[in-house]
Structure formats: structure tokens, C-alpha cells
């Protein structure tokens, strides 16, 4: 019997997964605690058959191939003691993504800053690179698989310390670290967070291409002309 993939959560994240998984299977399980009447009418859209929050069970499980969380899914779900249990492999959109979008991918992560970070990057890039295409993409309200069957040379990336827990490798060309504080309750605590990263960096198969970009805390958004200085002859010798 061919298994069957699931998702969890409905969301922008969970509907693009739902379009990309629909290429290559018949059905998906969804497991959603509270669906509104705007994500099922996109699901139902989608040529594909679906299965809502099926009964946790021995059976079910042993009829799932994959498990892929949405962004924000706590790592204490109960389907997550199911997958360690069954060892059913759990991945998400942006393993996705990272390994099989052939673009320039630079991930920006930390507390706070994220999405002005991203914004003015691709800005700034979308400036020196005008015969590229450049997109800005991930957390910040536009699922990386809806890029996927884009031809996009440079993919700006924001991207939670949530997906990068959940993520199996991250592959990037470039990472950008802004900051760690204290944010959220529910989130990971600073310790924990500060983990996750070193785990990335000792554990994780991370590739730089060529040249290290450094980038010092902010001083991208206060100084945008001084960030213009900087990145424009790492960007001649990187995209020539």
C-alpha cells in the first residue's frame, strides 16, 4: 500500500504544501485543530483528495510517509511523539525548497529585525542585479514552495528559529544572524535558541559559496548607504 503524506496546520504555509505534495500523490492527511471555512475552500480546490484531522491511531500512522509541520507547530505536538515512535520522517517546506531550487539562497534569522532585514536586502540587490531576478520569500507571509517553479537567480529567505528545528539540513549560500533575545514565551527560550544554532553550525551540512559575508547586527537598515558600499563589490565577485 502506497503511504500517504501529512501535514500540520492550514495555513499560507500548510495550503502551499498541500499544492506542491498534490504533484506527486492522490492524498493527504491533514491534521488541523481549528480549520476556517477560507483554508478548506483552498484545500478543496486542489485536485487532490484529503483526509481532516484522521483519528490518532496505530493504523494511521503506519499509513504516513512523511510528516511536514507548518511553521510555529510546537515540537511538543502529539504527532511528533507518533513520528519519533514510528519513525516517520518529518521534513517541511523549506528542506523543500533548499534542496531543490537551484537560486542564490540567503537565510536571514533572529528575534528581531527579520523582515525589515529582508526587504532592504532586496532592495539593495534589485539595484545591482537588474538583469536577475530576486525574490524575497519564507516567514515572511509567502511560502518558499510557491517560488519553487519560478526561475528566481537570488531567493532572500526569512526563515523563524521554529523551521530551523524543524528543518532535517539547511542548505544556504549565505546566512545572516541579526540578533537573539527574549522574545515570546512560547517560543524557545535565548538558551535554547542559541542551541538550535550551534546545532545548524556543528551538525548541519551548511555550504558558503566562495566568500563570507559579514554583516553587523542592524547597521544594514540605519545605514543603507554604507550597506550599499559594502555589498556591492561581494556581489561583482560572487554574480560577476
Not at 483519528?55 to 504527532?79: A, C, M, Q, R, T
Not at 518558499?144 to 542548505?171: G, H, N
Request: hydrophobic share 40%; charged share 25%; aromatic share 8%.
Amino acid at each position: 500500500m502506497n503511504k500517504i503524506p501529512a501535514i500540520i496546520g492550514l495555513g499560507k504555509t500548510g495550503i502551499s504544501l498541500a499544492k506542491h505534495l498534490s504533484k506527486f500523490n492522490n492524498t493527504l492527511f491533514i491534521f488541523e485543530s481549528s480549520p476556517n471555512s477560507k483554508s478548506l475552500k483552498e484545500l478543496k480546490d486542489i485536485d487532490i483528495d484529503f483526509v481532516l484531522n484522521p483519528e490518532l491511531s496505530d493504523n494511521i500512522f503506519n499509513s504516513i510517509s512523511v510528516i511536514y509541520p507548518s511553521p510555529g507547530i510546537s515540537k511538543d505536538h502529539e504527532i511528533f511523539k507518533y513520528a519519533k515512535d514510528f519513525n516517520i520522517p518529518v521534513q517541511t517546506d523549506m528542506d523543500i525548497y533548499l534542496n531543490s531550487s537551484s537560486s542564490f539562497k540567503i537565510l536571514i534569522t533572529g528575534t528581531n529585525g527579520k523582515t525589515t532585514t529582508a526587504c532592504m536586502l532586496e532592495h539593495l540587490l534589485k539595484e545591482h542585479l537588474k538583469d536577475m531576478s530576486v525574490e524575497v520569500m519564507g516567514n515572511i507571509g509567502k511560502p518558499v514552495l510557491d517560488f519553487l517553479d519560478k526561475k528566481i537567480d537570488v531567493a532572500i529567505i526569512e526563515i523563524s528559529s521554529f523551521q530551523i528545528e524543524s528543518c532535517s539540513k539547511l542548505y544556504s549560500d549565505i546566512g545572516i544572524l541579526l540578533n537573539i533575545e527574549e522574545d515570546h514565551m512560547e517560543e524557545p527560550s535565548t538558551e535554547h535558541k542559541i542551541e538550535i544554532l550551534k546545532g545548524v553550525i556543528e551538525k548541519q551540512e551548511v555550504r558558503i559559496k566562495k566568500i563570507e559575508l559579514k554583516l553587523l547586527s542592524l547597521r544594514i537598515v540605519v545605514w543603507g548607504g554604507v550597506a550599499l558600499f559594502v555589498f556591492a563589490p561581494y556581489l561583482k565577485r560572487v554574480f560577476g
